[in-house]
C-alpha cells in the first residue's frame, strides 16, 4: 500500500515544499517542520528517512446555513429553513467567516499525493 501511494505522488525536494508542516510515515507523527523532524530524528539516533509527506492545511471555519439547518430540522417544524432570511444569515456568514479567521487556528493532514524527498535515493524529483 505504501509503496502504491509513494508511486503515485508528486515528489519535490524539501527546498520546493510550501508549507511547513511534515507527517512521518516511520514514526507516525506530524512536525512542524523540517528542522524538527531532523532534532527528533538526532535526539532518538535513528536515520533520517528518504522521504515525509506534505500536509495539507485545513483552515478552522464554521457553515452557518448547515448550523442554522440542521438546528431547524432536528428542533423545529417542518420547512422552517424556508422562513429564514438569506440575506440575514449571508450576512451571518461573513461575519462569522471574520471570527473564524481572527482565531488563527489552523491544522494540518497528511497529503498522500506530496512527497518530499529527505535523501533523494528513491526517484527523480518533479
Avoid at 509513494?6 to 512542524?32: M, Q, S
Avoid at 448547515?66 to 422552517?80: F, M, Q, R
Wanted: glycine residues 4%.
Amino acid at each position: 500500500m505504501e509503496e502504491s501511494k509513494f508511486e503515485k505522488a508528486k515528489k519535490i525536494n524539501i527546498e520546493n515544499y510550501e508549507h511547513d508542516f511534515l507527517y512521518d510515515v516511520k514514526t507516525g507523527r506530524y512536525f512542524e517542520e523540517i528542522d524538527v523532524l531532523k532534532e527528533y530524528y538526532e535526539n532518538e539516533e535513528m536515520e533520517l528517512p528518504d522521504y515525509v509527506y506534505g500536509c495539507i492545511p485545513i483552515k478552522f471555519n464554521l457553515d452557518m446555513y448547515g448550523i442554522v439547518k440542521d438546528e431547524l430540522e432536528d428542533n423545529h417544524y417542518e420547512d422552517a429553513i424556508n422562513h429564514v432570511n438569506k440575506d440575514s444569515l449571508k450576512s451571518l456568514q461573513e461575519m462569522v467567516d471574520k471570527w473564524t479567521e481572527s482565531q488563527g487556528i489552523v491544522s494540518y493532514v497528511q497529503d498522500d499525493d506530496t512527497i518530499i524527498l529527505l535523501n533523494n535515493k528513491k526517484n527523480e524529483v518533479s
